[in-house]
């Protein structure tokens, strides 16, 4: 049972341009949703995260976007550099007190072409 | 300023040995939890460990596998009898005693069971 779902294995845009990766969750009880971007044989490097009483972060070229009521949220990263090309897992959890027990995605692979 | 540090960040063990993984918090962090990355797989949680203390392990194997957080020292992550279904990579994150706190990783222990 996938609680965390990212539909997209994989992206392609033009440098410059948005990105928009989504990804899609099940489970109500979340509350607190990150974004982590992985190269290879590196670990996820945490990017930005929302807690479900907002519905957007911004921090700096990413934003994200939560919508409750779908279950659905989003990350857009404007504009998108060659170097943003990686692995993209959005990751979920429930309950503020123990918020490192993540639910993640199975990833988006974001290329970025020059 | 140090992140997470792991290692080793390769390990080669024949079916039936032993696998220690070893694991440092980043400075100022005191929660640890160990996620495993099986071949094509999403980050899956293993286990959340303070010092001293294991608060969650309903993410790890019922047989062989074991974790410690000692008052002193790195965070151990313990694979008795190795069999090559645990070839995986495995990471260790850590976060800050406080709510909404996101996790950081390390680089990750790549274990292959030969």
């Known amino acids: 049972d996938q609680q965390v779902k990212q539909n997209s294995p994989s992206l392609s845009v033009q440098e410059g341009r948005i990105s928009i990766l989504n990804c899609d969750y099940t489970n109500s009880m979340f509350d607190y949703f990150l974004w982590y971007k992985k190269y290879p044989a590196e670990g996820p490097t945490f990017l930005i995260s929302i807690s479900s009483i907002k519905d957007k972060n911004e921090d700096g070229r990413f934003t994200v976007f939560l919508n409750k009521s779908a279950k659905h949220l989003s990350l857009h990263i404007v504009p998108s550099q060659p170097g943003d090309s990686a692995v993209y897992f959005c990751a979920a959890s429930s309950g503020s007190s123990n918020t490192g027990k993540l639910i993640f995605g199975q990833g988006t692979t974001l290329q970025v072409k020059p | ?114």
Not at chain 2, 53 to 70: C, H, L, T, V
Not at chain 2, 77 to 89: H, T
């Open chain 2, 1 to 114: 300023n140090a992140g997470v540090m792991q290692n080793p960040r390769h390990l080669v063990r024949r079916r039936g040995q032993e696998a220690r993984l070893r694991c440092s918090p980043m400075k100022g962090h005191s929660h640890v939890y160990w996620y495993r990355q099986l071949p094509e797989e999403g980050l899956k949680f293993m286990v959340y460990l303070q010092k001293e203390n294991i608060i969650d392990e309903s993410g790890m194997p019922k047989e062989r596998f074991s974790a410690e957080f000692p008052k002193e020292g790195p965070s151990i992550l313990r694979i008795q009898q190795v069999v090559r279904g645990d070839s995986a990579a495995y990471f260790c994150a850590s976060s800050q005693d406080r709510e909404w706190s996101p996790l950081h990783f390390g680089n990750g222990t790549r274990l292959t069971v030969t």
